[in-house]
T-cell receptor, first 112, second 111 residues
Framework: DSGVTQTPKHLITATGQRVTLRCSPR?????VYWYQQSLDQGLQFLIH???????AKGNILERFSAQQFPDLHSELNLSSLELGDSALYFC???????????FGEGSRLTVL | GESVGLHLPTLSVQEGDNSIINCAYS??????FIWYKQESGKGPQFIID?????DKRQGQRVTVLLNKTVKHLSLQIAATQPGDSAVYFC??????????FGAGTQVVVTP
């Protein structure tokens, strides 16, 4: 158990809908990262927050947004969902702005 | 469990042999490199890391080698065991914390 908690574990929804994925980092970790893992793209970096502030952005679509709250948990919002958004979404946390990442078990999103 | 199902390069290794997994990275500004292991249905798990001011680092049964001249990273696993079967990812990070993963290598350990 990495100490990173992601909910929900599985989510099935329809095209055009909006979903929110939630991540609770390990106790004491200030950084939260979001990654998308799909069949043809591997692990794609989406966004990194450190202590509530956006620190780095990857290939995150405009339909996606994220935030890190004062209690350090984070949410990834996916809107206007398309079939191609079906993937595993991982959250990871680390103590500082860089360093070893601890991954959650992922949220499996299926868009029908 | 769930699997990603990528068409990954596969390394087949006999139990007890040593494994070498290679990775080419792209950003010459990257100063931190990590190897992760992902078992089916689980999130990636940290194995070992190395900073750009080093060229070798050893852990328990694992060694990471960094060649900055050719932007190459390798992971050596000694005495490979069935539990080492997984997908292995290298990752590179710059000082801003943008951690980018490579495509991954599937390691299959045969008895």
């Amino acid at each position: 158990d990495s100490g990173v908690t992601q909910t929900p574990k599985h989510l099935i929804t329809a095209t055009g809908q909006r979903v929110t994925l939630r991540c609770s980092p390990r106790s004491g970790d200030l950084s939260v990262y979001w990654y998308q893992q799909s069949l043809d793209q591997g692990l794609q970096f989406l966004i990194h927050y450190y202590n509530g502030e956006e620190r780095a952005k990857g290939n995150i679509l405009e339909r996606f947004s994220a935030q890190q709250f004062p209690d350090l948990h984070s949410e990834l919002n996916l809107s206007s969902l398309e079939l191609g958004d079906s993937a595993l979404y991982f959250c990871a946390s680390s103590e500082g702005p860089t360093g070893e990442l601890f991954f959650g078990e992922g949220s499996r999103l299926t868009v029908l | 469990g769930e699997s990603v199902g990528l068409h990954l390069p596969t390394l087949s290794v006999q139990e007890g042999d040593n494994s070498i997994i290679n990775c080419a990275y792209s950003n010459s500004a990257s100063d931190y490199f990590i190897w992760y292991k992902q078992e089916s249905g689980k999130g990636p798990q940290f194995i070992i890391d190395i900073r750009s001011n080093m060229d070798k680092r050893q852990g328990q049964r694992v060694t990471v080698l960094l060649n900055k001249t050719v932007k190459h990273l390798s992971l050596q696993i000694a005495a490979t065991q069935p539990g080492d079967s997984a997908v292995y990812f290298c990752a590179e990070s710059d000082s801003w914390g943008k951690l980018q993963f490579g495509a991954g290598t599937q390691v299959v350990v045969t008895p």
